[in-house]
Structures are given as structure tokens and as C-alpha cells.
């Protein structure tokens, strides 16, 4: 069974970098095809790709935040971090990862329950 | 503003049939396959279609997906009471080299 968790703050104030965990089980990072992504849906609103990190350490990010986004994994825990910095109230969503793969099946498959982040001012 | 469209809404009685559909461009739907996520409200997506019109196991054959073209459609049949939910369409955009998702569609259950 594959399951996803990520972890982290629930408020951050404006400016502040965030930090987030994603602790999974049920598969490797070091298999060929695969990565762990991490996705974004502020309240009400729709769901927004952030970045990816693959078994190869290739990362991927949204255009629209790259250079506010770090992504890094830790093979011998099942992690993967999300560092997002210089955090704006516009920024408060509920953080998702989810396992991503090259099959069909695993194209962010399954998810995380996800952790609301609020960013104050 | 997503570059892939979907209707803000649709809605339909019990036992109908309806279609949600996903309208992007060359880079992304055209050239990729297109993916879908339900989200029960509250609850995280979880995937619906996947490869255009695949549905994982689990995933009962009233829901279907098609792809021509840059657009994409979801038609779910038989409607019931719980497929209310949000419906989100997805694909791997070239211009980004990362995927996109569309704005989603509420599907009311009248």
C-alpha cells in the first residue's frame, strides 16, 4: 500500500520561509520513473503544480515560482522537502504531495491528505 | 488563469449522463495525455482517468474519458448523488517541462 503524508507548519508569517515534509511508504525514489510532486490549492480555488523530484535528483518547477522553490529528497528516509521562501498571505493553500510516475496509473497517484499552510500578515 | 479551460460548473439529475470537458493547446493536451482527478470536497484528488481513457482499478466504467485533438472530455454516466465532486483534468505541458491543471469543474447532483 502506498501512502503519503506531509508535515510541517500551519502558520507562517509574511516573508518567512516554509518548509514542508513529505513522508512516504510504498515505493522508492531510487526506482527508475519515479518522482514525488507537489501540488497547491489555495482555499476555493484550484489545484496548482509547484515542483518535482525524480528517483534521478532531475528536478522540475512552476515557471511562475521557480526561484521562490527548492525541492530536495532523502532516499534512506522516504522524504521529500519543500522549501518555498518569502511566504505572502497569498500563499495560504493546502500543500499536497503525491507520487508521480511514467505508467499512467501513478501520474500523481495516490496523494497526500495535505496540510493547510495560512500565512499571516 | 490556467492555460487549460475547463467549465466552472455543470450539473445534472440522477441517472443522466454528462460530460465536463478540458480544452488546451498544442504543447500540452495536443501533444500529451490527459489525466483526470476527482476531489470529493474536503478530501484530496485522487485519480480518475489516467492515459486519456484508462480508469485505474477501483474506478467504476461509468466514467470515461476521450481526448481529441487539444481537448479532452470526461463523460460520466448514470449520474448518482456522490459524484458531486470537483473534477480537475491535467497533462504534461512541454513550454513549462511540467505538468498543468485545469481551473476544474463543480459537478452539481440536482
Known amino acids: 500500500q502506498i501512502t503519503l503524508k506531509e508535515s510541517g507548519p500551519t502558520l507562517v508569517k509574511r516573508t518567512q520561509t516554509l518548509t514542508l515534509t513529505c513522508s512516504f511508504s510504498?515505493?522508492?525514489?531510487?526506482?527508475?520513473?519515479?518522482?514525488v510532486g507537489w501540488i497547491r490549492q489555495p482555499p476555493g480555488k484550484a489545484l496548482e503544480w509547484l515542483a518535482l523530484?525524480?528517483?534521478?535528483?532531475?528536478?522540475r518547477y512552476s515557471p511562475s515560482l521557480r526561484g521562490r522553490l527548492s525541492v530536495t529528497k532523502d532516499t534512506s528516509k522516504n522524504q521529500v522537502v519543500l522549501t518555498m521562501t518569502n511566504m505572502d498571505p497569498v500563499d495560504t493553500a493546502t500543500y499536497y504531495c503525491?507520487?508521480?510516475?511514467?505508467?499512467?496509473?501513478?501520474?500523481?497517484?495516490?496523494w497526500g491528505q495535505g496540510t493547510l499552510v495560512t500565512v499571516s500578515s | 488563469q490556467s492555460v487549460v479551460t475547463q467549465p466552472p460548473s455543470v450539473s445534472g439529475t440522477p441517472g443522466q449522463r454528462v460530460t465536463i470537458s478540458c480544452s488546451g493547446n498544442?504543447?500540452?493536451?495536443?501533444?500529451?495525455?490527459v489525466h483526470w482527478f476527482q476531489q470529493v470536497p474536503g478530501t484530496a484528488p485522487t485519480l480518475l482517468i489516467y492515459?486519456?481513457?484508462q480508469r485505474p482499478s477501483g474506478v467504476p466504467d461509468r466514467f470515461s474519458g476521450s481526448k481529441s485533438g487539444t481537448s479532452a472530455s470526461l463523460a460520466i454516466s448514470g449520474l448518482r448523488p456522490e459524484d458531486a465532486s470537483d473534477y480537475y483534468c491535467?497533462?504534461?505541458?512541454?513550454?513549462?517541462?511540467?505538468?498543468?491543471f485545469g481551473g476544474g469543474t463543480k459537478l452539481t447532483v440536482l
Open positions: 492515459r486519456n481513457d
Open positions: 510504498g515505493f522508492s525514489l531510487t526506482t527508475n520513473g519515479v518522482a
Open positions: 503525491a507520487r508521480f510516475g511514467r505508467a499512467g496509473y501513478d501520474w500523481f497517484a495516490p
Open positions: 498544442s504543447l500540452n493536451i495536443g501533444r500529451n495525455s
Open positions: 491535467a497533462a504534461w505541458d512541454d513550454s513549462v517541462s511540467g505538468p498543468v
Open positions: 523530484i525524480y528517483w534521478d535528483d532531475d528536478k
